[in-house]
């Protein structure tokens, strides 16, 4: 059996990977203007302030894109095709965009359709972001 590779935070990415393993999803903030920023970086694009903090968000969005996988491309992930991976405008501020996987692969996404974000047991996984669909 082959271990799934599983994320490896660096300084820059720690606080997201940190939250989600809480329960959160968390996202950089400008300390100068407010603005939200993912990914995380150094600089703010809007106001160039290098100040910037963390911080959880609703996990609300709407989603873009996305595509159906049913080729194995490692084969840790076998058991799991297909799975569906979405890009997800959040709810705060819709030029941010994260990609995760939907929870339920059977699901119909549609670009437009409202999502949420959930997290599984760290315990049991590693932590990764996943959405489900959001109403009817």
């Known amino acids: ?11 820059d990415s720690a606080p997201y990977w940190d939250g989600l393993a809480a329960g959160e999803l968390r996202v950089q903030r400008c300390s100068g203007c407010g603005t939200l920023r ?3 970086r150094a600089i703010c694009n809007r106001c160039r302030s290098f100040d910037a903090d963390w911080v959880a968000i609703s996990g609300r969005g709407t989603i873009k894109s996305w595509i159906r996988t049913h080729q194995r491309f490692h084969p840790a992930f076998a058991e799991d095709l297909p799975y569906v991976t979405s890009l997800v405008a959040i709810e705060e501020q819709a030029d941010i965009q994260i990609i995760g996987a939907l929870a ?4 119909e996404p549609a670009t437009g359709k409202a999502v949420r974000a959930i997290f599984r047991d760290p315990q049991q996984s590693a932590p990764i972001l996943f959405w489900e669909l959001d109403g009817p």
Do not use: L, N, Q
């Not at 059996?1 to 300084?11: E, F, G, L, T, Y």
């Not at 339920?104 to 699901?107: E, L, R, Y």
């Open 38 to 40: 993912w990914p995380a």
């Open 104 to 107: 339920d692969p059977t699901a």
């Open 1 to 11: 059996m082959i271990a799934k590779p599983v994320p490896r935070p660096d300084k």
